[in-house]
């Protein structure tokens, strides 16, 4: 007789079946999506430096241009007191302010610094930093990436003024030795006492006193280069450090334009980056000892003298301190190990003043 299965044990298989077949069937679950990257950081600012800066540069370059047009040959005592107010009719704070600005430009031509800058401030923090600690001390702008691309032009742009200037000294001063020293019937004028000796002093004195006006023309070709890093014709090779302060400020004008940190609103950065004490000094010592040699003089082949010595050859003195770093020099008592001596320390460029001095106070004696 047949026996029937049973319904219990039946549903229970039938229902294991039904859902290993469902299961198998099911949809999985999809696996969480990843994390979207975190958006790269913005890029510094562009380039700015503002005008104020290029105004100052104007000044510099377009008085070393005018100052490069003295030649020796002089032809009349009237040529030597054009030569004379030419040379002294620049003050010299702004002369030295204008030379720093100027080298400021002259390193933004270089995009090895400017790039090398602008890549190690790419972090907005990293920036900030950046131009905080350049504010601070000008000199950590010689440390930072290509600095010594841009230190060489800077070095081989200035360096040649100084070379024109020197030269032109050689010339002036070499003419006035040689009137001097023979009598030229052709130029008996210049060993003729000068008029009215007293009026020529106080006019080249006020002269020195007058501020500069920035040349517009030169002022818009500078701000332009310096925006655009182009436009200036330079020939420039690498100078590693030590760098001068006067390079050093340079660098740190140039740094902060990089990171767009030398615009309109950041003059009073810009501006206090231009004073170096060492240059202004060097400039406002030779104006006293043209002052004092103008003075002294009498015929007119001793004002040229004037014109060669503390004209030309002070201007291509100043331009080369500015760039080339002084040799440090040990005292003699420290390397024989005694005591420091108490005398007050003569610094090269007040060490330079006193030797030009001597050497034209003898010079002009020995005319006479």
């Not at 131009?131 to 691309?149: E, F, K, N, S």
């Not at 009137?179 to 003729?192: G, K, L, S, T, Y």
């Not at 015929?299 to 440090?328: K, W």
């Not at 040990?330 to 030797?355: C, K, L, R, W």
Request: aromatic content about 4%; some cysteine.
């Amino acid at each position: 007789m047949f026996k029937a299965l049973p319904r219990r044990g039946l549903s229970l298989a039938t229902a294991a079946v039904v859902a290993a077949v469902l299961a198998s069937c099911a949809t999985p679950e999809p696996e969480p999506a990843p994390a979207p990257p975190p958006p790269p950081a913005a890029p510094p600012p562009a380039v700015s430096l503002n005008e104020g800066v290029a105004q100052a540069a104007s000044i510099y370059v377009a008085f070393m241009r005018e100052a490069g047009t003295i030649q020796a040959g002089f032809t009349s005592a009237e040529a030597i007191q054009a030569a004379i107010r030419r040379g002294a009719s620049y003050e010299p704070a702004q002369l030295s302010r204008g030379m720093i600005a100027y080298g400021s430009i002259l390193a933004l031509q270089s995009p090895e610094f400017v790039q090398g800058v602008r890549a190690i401030a790419a972090d907005p923090d990293n920036r900030r930093q950046i131009i905080d600690r350049v504010v601070a001390d000008p000199a950590y702008a010689a440390t930072l990436p290509g600095a010594d691309a841009a230190a060489g032009l800077i070095i081989d742009t200035i360096g040649r003024d100084s070379a024109a200037m020197l030269v032109i000294a050689d010339a002036v001063e070499g003419d006035a030795y040689t009137i001097q020293e023979r009598n030229d019937p052709r130029r008996r004028w210049a060993v003729a006492h000068i008029a009215d000796r007293v009026t020529r002093l106080e006019g080249a004195k006020a002269l020195s006193a007058v501020q500069m006006l920035p040349s517009a023309e030169e002022s818009a070709r500078l701000f332009a280069a310096a925006n655009s890093g182009t436009g200036l014709s330079l020939n420039g090779s690498r100078s590693g450090p030590p760098y001068t302060p006067a390079i050093a400020r340079s660098l740190a004008i140039a740094a902060l334009a990089a990171l767009g940190a030398g615009g309109e609103d950041a003059r009073a950065n810009t501006e206090a980056l231009t004073v170096e004490q060492n240059s202004e000094f060097c400039l406002n010592m030779s104006k006293l000892m043209l002052f004092q040699c103008l003075a002294a003089s009498r015929p007119s082949y001793e004002d040229m003298f004037c014109v060669g010595r503390h004209v030309a050859r002070d201007l291509a003195t100043c331009t080369a301190q500015n760039i080339t770093p002084a040799p440090v020099e040990i005292p003699a008592t420290a390397v024989a190990g005694g005591a420091p001596d108490s005398a007050p320390v003569q610094t090269p460029v007040a060490e330079a003043a006193a030797a030009a001095s001597i050497s034209a106070t003898s010079a002009l004696n020995s005319g006479r």
